[in-house]
């Protein structure tokens, strides 16, 4: 058993305005459902993302939440937003809740949005996840990586590109962590997914601040007291992904992903 990491992505069409709610279309393979974890070991919601041309509102309710009326309900102009649920690791979620994400808006326009959900026991699971006092003292250099992570425009399917496809010169056999990514293009969510995040999306927005993207695993490992920074081994650099959803089409999409060589043998 391990921690796990997921990020949840749908859209809404034909908003009318900033009190009429669309429902979520969730991406082909996301779930809203809560995935079923020991009650004894907490999930958290760790972020919602928001993505739209105008000004919207996102949000998120249930019966198991504080109402099931406006519930979690944000409004954000920045897009995507980054850090528009400032309280990453301090909202408990139930097992197998059943959450309705929803969105309004003040155009026609589709919507992209999302949630990112933190295990801390996930069956199953085997995701990497380290806070950074973990690694600090094994860090030799830090290194970029791009990936050409064309978004299709079409918010209903994520598209995948190997982290090896544009650069490949990552160190044999090495452990590196990922401490932030950021996008030259506003790209509703970008993700981090692999067989060391447990083959589950570690989503963020995709934003063009690097302020705020660069070291966005670290800063939420520090905000939520939770380990949150993904530590992949190079040797699964091809199967190691960057997943993108976006509401427009994006033929050049360079996502950078900022990480810390730790070495070999690290025991992260």
């Known amino acids: ?22 429902a979520a ?17 907490p999930a958290y919601l760790m972020a919602m993302i928001f993505q739209d041309a105008e000004t919207g509102v996102v949000r998120l309710r249930s019966p198991l939440l504080h109402d099931n009326v406006k519930g979690i309900h944000l409004t954000l102009a920045e897009s995507p937003s980054q850090w528009g649920f400032p309280c990453p690791g301090v909202q408990t979620l139930k097992p197998q809740d059943s959450l309705i994400l929803e969105q309004s808006g003040i155009g026609t326009d589709v919507s992209q949005f999302g949630i990112s959900i933190y295990y801390t026991n996930l069956p199953g699971s085997a995701a990497r996840l380290h806070n950074y006092g973990d690694f ?38 090495t452990d590196y962590a990922v401490l932030g990514m950021y996008s030259n293009v506003a790209t509703g969510i970008i993700a981090l997914k692999g067989i060391d995040t447990g083959n589950l999306r570690m989503g963020m927005g995709g934003g063009i601040n690097t302020y705020e993207s660069s070291e966005y695993f670290v800063k939420l490992s520090e905000r939520s007291g939770l380990p949150c ?12 992904y960057v997943s993108a959803i976006s509401v427009a ?12 060589e730790c070495g070999t043998n690290t025991g992260l």
Do not use: C, Y
């Open 136 to 173: 600090k003292g094994m860090i030799k250099d830090i290194v970029t990586v791009t990936v050409l992570a064309i978004s299709t425009g079409s918010p209903t399917a994520w598209t995948d590109t190997a982290i090896n496809v544009t650069d490949n010169l990552l160190h044999a056999n």
């Open 1 to 22: 058993m391990g921690a796990g990491f997921e990020t949840i992505a749908g859209h809404a069409t034909g908003q009318t305005g900033l009190t009429t709610f669309a």
């Open 229 to 240: 920074i993904p530590v992949f081994n190079a040797a699964n650099a091809p199967s190691t």
């Open 25 to 41: 279309t969730v991406a082909t393979g996301d779930s809203l459902t809560v995935r079923n974890f020991p009650a004894a070991n």
């Open 249 to 260: 089409s994006v033929a050049a999409d360079n996502v950078t992903l900022v990480l810390a």
